[in-house]
């Protein structure tokens, strides 16, 4: 994605917290709580990435983000101050957050996190590699951070987190993958902040999640040649870069094998998502075709297939290089994974979108109950 103007001046008045880690990933933890519903969602919010892991009534995010506009703005009500993730996550019964965790330091991938840390309680919160950059854009003064300004509200009690190797929240572990290449991470430029992903994986009741922020093909073939690298089956995977040809490749999704994937990407020469749609035309046919194994595709933007050329300039309604909408079992939408303690799992589809936020554009609006929602909304 774009390269993010390092915002100066503001100092941090957040303390760090490091994590403790593990001496070999080789030990994988199959974490077993007391909940018997845990819901993995993915929320449908252009070219960005916002996605938690719902327990009880606390959630843990995987990135905080929103698609940007077409100059890579990312200040305003549409974007920065944006309420269609808040009122979702209220409405799918969430209280408190307990961890965000921010992949890499593009803003389509924490634009909406002062939108959040003004409606939740954050208890803590992860940084990327070279986090400072974000840090330093933290202020513990809400009223410092307005829609205008490039600040972000967090309050002085969220602990933060290093890059690390592992983590553990709500007696979950969870893995970052990308540690066993710290070394060359570090060597990359800003050019290249994809490459520094963290890659995040854990598994909890059976089920195993892997959640990718932008990781390319890069970072991907260098852990595939890693020694310490492990790799297990996932359930769920969350398909990187929004559906860029220069995702992890085919050879990286063989090794996980996984059953269910969800891009969250559109093409942003949808009009309906072009506010979102960061001026890229998202989902590929190459990053269909590396994930063409999995039992169920899911999209949470839309394909326009009517066109075998790339974008050109001031074309509309152009594909990317030959996405077919029947690449996706669905399309335009947010889901939600529901998985239980016994094995079984559900999956669910919701109408709202950023670009059409219908029933949840308002707290205050009239909105269907959940469970009755879902009844109609299977997958």
Known sequence: MKKIIAFLGTISLFSITFSNTFACNKTIQENTIEENQISYYTLS?????????????????????????????????????????????????????????????????????DAIAKNFK???????????????????????????????????????????????FLDIDFYNWSYSELNYMKGLSSKDENNASAIIYFKVNSKSILITGDAEQELGNRLLKNKESNFYKVDIYQVPHHGSKNALSNNFVKKVNPSICYVSGTNGDEKSYREWGGDHIFPTAKAYSNISS??????????????????????YFVNAEGAKNSDYDHQNASYEYRFFKNGSYNKYYFEPTVSNPNFLSSINSKKPDYETYLNDHSL
């Open 122 to 168: 954050i208890n803590n919160l992860v940084l990327p590699l070279n986090g400072n950059s974000l840090k330093n854009r933290f202020v513990s003064n809400r009223e410092k951070s307005t829609s205008i300004n490039e600040k972000i509200y967090l309050n002085s009690n969220t602990k933060l987190y290093n890059f690390e190797k592992t983590y553990r």
């Open 294 to 315: 999995c039992q169920n595709r899911y999209l949470t933007g839309k394909v326009l297939s009517n066109s075998s050329s790339d974008k050109q300039k001031n074309d």
């Open 45 to 113: 919010i252009g070219n960005g990435l916002f996605s938690y892991l719902k327990i009880g009534s606390k959630a843990i995010l995987f990135d905080a983000g929103i698609g940007l506009d077409q100059f890579a703005i990312w200040k305003g009500r549409k974007h920065k101050t944006n309420q269609f993730a808040s009122n979702f996550l209220k409405w799918t019964g969430v209280e408190e957050i307990e961890t965000v965790f921010i992949s890499h330091n593009h803003s389509d991938h924490y634009a909406n996190l």
